[in-house]
């Protein structure tokens, strides 16, 4: 978990693995990011996204975003887990207005 002060409250961002049901009984494997305010809730200003590596970090591409809409408490996305142990990921906090990371998980 990686967490920052940003507009008066405390933001963190929390990662792990979940299996989501599928069609037809099938399950899929998924690494998820979630967003998670301490005090005033996270805001149309907020966003939580997944960034995925193959060398360690080095260099890395945004998988996508999740915007947090209306008066959620929290916003969270997912992506299926591929079977190359090459793959790494994890999850940032951001600002919306700006782009910006404000914390991310490590590696996992």
């Given at each position: 978990?990686?967490?920052?002060?940003?507009?008066?409250?405390?933001?963190?961002?929390?990662?792990?693995?979940?299996?989501?049901?599928?069609?037809?009984?099938?399950?899929?494997?998924?690494?998820?990011?979630?967003?998670?305010?301490?005090g005033k809730p996270v805001g149309n200003?907020?966003?939580?996204?997944?960034?995925?590596?193959?060398?360690?970090?080095?260099?890395?591409?945004?998988?996508?975003?999740?915007?947090?809409?209306?008066?959620?408490?929290?916003?969270?996305?997912?992506?299926?887990?591929?079977?190359?142990?090459?793959?790494?990921?994890?999850?940032?906090?951001?600002v919306v207005q700006t782009g910006?990371?404000?914390?991310?998980?490590?590696?996992?």
């Open positions: 978990m990686a967490s920052r002060t940003y507009d008066g409250r405390r933001v963190s961002v929390q990662r792990g693995w979940a299996y989501v049901a599928g069609g037809g009984g099938a399950t899929q494997e998924v690494a998820f990011g979630a967003l998670v305010s301490a200003a907020d966003g939580v996204k997944m960034e995925i590596t193959t060398d360690g970090g080095s260099t890395h591409i945004d998988c996508t975003e999740s915007l947090v809409r209306g008066s959620e408490k929290y916003t969270w996305f997912y992506i299926p887990h591929p079977n190359d142990s090459n793959y790494l990921f994890r999850a940032c906090y951001y910006s990371n404000r914390a991310c998980t490590g590696w996992w």
